[in-house]
């Protein structure tokens, strides 16, 4: 059964990043739902680090045999080792934040609506993926293409990075996952995508209620859910095995684990080598990841400078470059001496100040943008405009406006938006053709992060779980 | 125990779930996925798919490291300029597909036969896919 074959490597990589989240994440206790936030993001820890090893075995090999799984079964022994090394030289208390059981009740409503909800998307899913097996345009135009060249290729795989190739700049994350699975399975089956698409869309989901659970209580987790679901784009783009779900997931996991981290007391460096270490892998699945880990740095630098407590121990944020920088450096790699340029970038000169300077395209730009906020069509709906109505309803935590954490997640997103607003202006493509294709994408990278923003301000004292509030933010 | 607003709002982010999902699947809509396995009693096949097993007669005659040329008559659909050149790169990969016909080989995508007849005057039939699909060899290729 060539899914069984697909499978199990599946849960070797999973198993690969439970070992390294849970080792770095060891001594935080919090609730019961961070045992279930570890869980979701170990599956793209793992996947991060099986890509990244897929990868080197293609460059230093300089094809893809088998060695590449003698080196994973490597990673996973020393894994285990550190594992049981630190076991037994257990000298960390059991750190803590006053996080109770987080095993609030969540309404009956809540709790049925929220799984008839993920049992239909997962059907939504099944059906997507039966209808279009190989994706949609983007998925085999580029994606699912370069996963071929790697697996197809043997000593040719670099030809994926020919000029000839649509986007051979892009990033390899998500293409190189399926071709390890097909790797594994000794066959380029359309299994390879869908499941690969299957785990980030239900891990993002996965992580988005987990988070919340673990700050807010188990009813405002399966509310996120609920909204995050809500928009079409994200069910609808779920089957489409394309890379802006996972790049989602990262930014999300990214912002998640620093939360965690600011909450947290006593050692929390793990818990932003994690953090470097997602926000290394946006960069190596869509290089819109480099504008998320720009912003990020950014929004690090100046809340440091302004708050002074806003960074306690400034040495802690290497730990953040501990986990960042080898992944970096990978990503770097194949941007140099591997990737041909971005053609967003290669293609400006003298005609980018006349697209700067129009002052027609700063509106068309500007209609579009708020025109997505508000779009509810299917497959491209992330309708953002509908959350602040569910402040409204619910009410704000007016308190929580002013911390730190929220305040770091707008500062970010607005810092994307510009960016992303940039890239519009100056693109050397038709401006109606790149809208049209790229901006309800664009918003889904950053749908889940909004919602748990929302979910950190939103009042619903009859849903949350108070005892998870941590003492200090 | 819940305060009004909060019911409120709980219904409306339930409700907001349920119109999502409704339009989901008006998207990829089980009706018609029934109806297409009734009618052909298996399940329904893609443009993808269908395209790449018009290849299949390719199969082995072309080296993995390979650049060859397109060739093409087909219309792409609206807004999707290049299809069937992107679709060929594809379904041929790992070879590498150039949109031009100035190499060796070149292979032709003719979904109406008598386009072929006119186009391929200084082309030459290697072979002949009988659904459209042709490998060509340049003749005037130096």
């Known amino acids: 059964m060539i899914v069984i074959r697909m499978i199990f490597p599946c849960l070797w990589a999973i198993l690969i990043g439970y070992l390294i989240v849970s080792h770095l994440m060891h001594g935080v206790q919090w609730n019961k739902s961070l045992n279930w936030f570890k869980f979701w993001l170990s599956i793209g820890i793992g996947l991060g680090i099986?890509?990244?090893?897929?990868?080197?075995?293609?460059?230093?090999?300089?094809?893809?045999?088998h060695y590449f799984i003698g080196a994973e079964w490597i990673i996973l022994l020393v894994?285990?080792?550190?594992?049981?090394?630190?076991k037994r030289s257990d000298k960390h208390p059991h750190l803590t934040t006053n996080g109770g059981s987080g095993s609030v009740s969540s309404p009956l409503i809540l709790t049925t609506a929220f799984f008839t909800m993920v049992a239909l998307a997962v059907i939504i899913f099944f059906l997507g993926s039966i209808l279009f097996p190989h994706g949609y345009w983007d998925a085999w135009l580029i994606w699912n293409l370069s996963a071929r060249f790697f697996f197809r290729g043997g000593e040719f795989w670099q030809n994926a990075f020919s000029t000839n190739v649509f986007h051979p700049d892009y990033p390899l994350?998500?293409?190189i996952n399926i071709a390890r699975l097909w790797s594994y399975a000794e066959i380029d089956s359309v299994l390879g995508p869908m499941l690969i698409s299957f785990l980030f869309t239900f891990s993002t989901l996965g992580l988005l209620v987990a988070a919340v659970a673990v700050f807010r209580g188990r009813g405002l987790g399966l509310l996120s859910g609920l909204i995050l679901l809500g928009a079409?784009?994200?069910?609808v783009q779920g089957p489409t095995q394309v890379a802006d779900i996972p790049l989602s997931f990262f930014i999300l996991a990214t912002i998640v684990l620093m939360n965690i981290h600011q909450r947290s007391l006593g050692p929390r460096g793990g818990l932003l080598t994690i953090a470097g270490m997602s926000a290394g892998f946006a960069t190596w699945t869509k290089n819109e990841g480099w504008l998320f880990l720009v912003s990020l740095i950014a929004v690090i630098i100046v809340i440091n400078a302004v708050k002074r407590d806003g960074i306690r121990r400034p040495r802690e944020w290497m730990y953040f470059l501990y986990g960042l920088i080898p992944i970096v450096v990978i990503v770097l790699y194949f941007k140099i001496a591997l990737a041909p340029s971005n053609d967003l970038i290669s293609s400006q000169g003298v005609q980018t100040l006349e697209r700067v300077s129009d002052i027609s395209r700063y509106i068309k730009i500007g209609k579009a943008f708020l025109g997505q906020a508000v779009r509810f069509d299917p497959r491209f709906s992330t309708p953002i405009v509908i959350l602040p109505l569910f402040l409204v309803f619910f009410g704000v935590e007016k308190q929580n406006l002013r911390r730190t954490s929220f305040r770091m997640i707008m500062a970010i997103e607005t810092i994307m938006f510009g960016g992303y607003f940039i890239v519009y202006l100056t693109t050397p493509h038709d401006l109606d053709w790149h809208l049209s294709t790229s901006l309800f994408r664009l918003f889904l990278h950053l749908w889940p992060l909004t919602v748990f923003a929302v979910m950190l301000i939103l009042a619903a004292p009859g849903l949350e779980n108070r005892q998870v509030r941590p003492a200090r933010v | 125990m819940f305060r009004r607003r909060e019911e409120i709002?709980?219904?409306?982010v339930v409700l907001f779930a349920m119109v999502s999902f409704v339009r989901a699947f008006d998207y990829y809509s089980p009706l018609s996925f029934y109806e297409k396995v009734n009618k052909f009693k298996r399940l329904p096949s893609d443009?993808?798919?269908?395209y790449e097993a018009r290849f299949k007669c390719l199969e082995g005659m072309l080296d993995p490291g390979e650049i060859v040329g397109f060739i093409s008559t087909a219309i792409p659909p609206e807004g999707k300029e290049y299809y069937y050149y992107r679709l060929t790169q594809y379904v041929l990969s790992p070879v590498t597909v150039e949109d031009s016909v100035n190499h060796q080989t070149v292979v032709g995508y003719f979904p109406?036969?008598?386009s072929l007849l006119k186009i391929t005057i200084n082309l030459k039939i290697i072979q002949d896919c009988r659904n459209g699909v042709v490998l060509l060899n340049n003749k005037d290729y130096q």
């Not at chain 1, 099986?50 to 045999?65: D, E, T």
Request: charged fraction near 15%.
């Open chain 1, 50 to 65: 099986a890509s990244l090893n897929y990868f080197l075995w293609l460059v230093i090999g300089g094809s893809i045999g």
């Open chain 1, 79 to 86: 894994l285990v080792g550190i594992k049981y090394w630190a």
């Open chain 1, 173 to 175: 994350l998500y293409s």
């Open chain 1, 232 to 235: 079409n784009g994200f069910i």
């Open chain 2, 9 to 12: 709002g709980i219904t409306l």
């Open chain 2, 47 to 50: 443009e993808v798919t269908r």
């Open chain 2, 112 to 114: 109406e036969r008598d």
